[in-house]
């Protein structure tokens, strides 16, 4: 891999590594369903802003065998900051700072933030998927993944992956 590669890394996850239950819904109290911190190096040039995707891309529907279940939309991030802390999400206002003009969309259990798997079965990769885009995104109040994808159409600079196991 090249030193100045764009990529998307977390303190608590190995890329292909397990997602700590923390993460996911069947942690326990304070520690279930946190957002994990994320860490990023080697933003493109000309980066205006960042937005990020996370699915559990081996989500089965039963009209369509995969369909990814969205579990945490992410657009505005200042490309000034190096990652987003854990427990980050539904707190953009408490962080403040560059934190504070965040907006995070609504995943597929129709509720903006994070919220972690939980799973009858395991097994399944949790993408997490940064866009470095040339431009800040004004998608209206409601933001989700498709409106996302229709907007950075051409705006998208570079994309970094991380991908854990559940």
Avoid at 10 to 30: K, V
Avoid at 138 to 161: F, M, Q, R, Y
């Amino acid at each position: 891999m090249a030193a100045d590669k764009f990529r998307l890394v977390s303190p608590h996850i190995n890329n292909e590594g397990r997602l700590p239950r923390q993460y996911t819904q069947e942690g326990q109290g304070a520690k279930k369903n946190l957002s994990p911190p994320l860490e990023w190096y080697n933003v493109p040039e000309g980066t205006k802003s960042l937005a990020l995707v996370v699915e559990d891309i081996d989500a089965p529907d039963p009209n369509d065998p995969i369909v990814p279940w969205i579990h945490w939309v992410v657009v505005n991030i200042p490309p000034s900051l190096k990652g987003l802390p854990e427990g980050f999400s539904g707190k953009e206002e408490e962080v403040g700072g560059d934190f504070a003009g965040i907006k995070e969309g609504k995943n597929d259990w129709k509720v903006p933030g994070w919220r972690g798997p939980k799973l009858p079965n395991h097994g399944h990769r949790i993408q997490f998927k940064l866009y470095a885009l040339d431009d800040k995104m004004h998608l209206g109040n409601t933001v989700t993944k498709d409106k996302l994808l229709e907007a950075i159409e051409g705006h998208v600079l570079g994309e970094a992956v991380l991908t854990a196991k559940f």
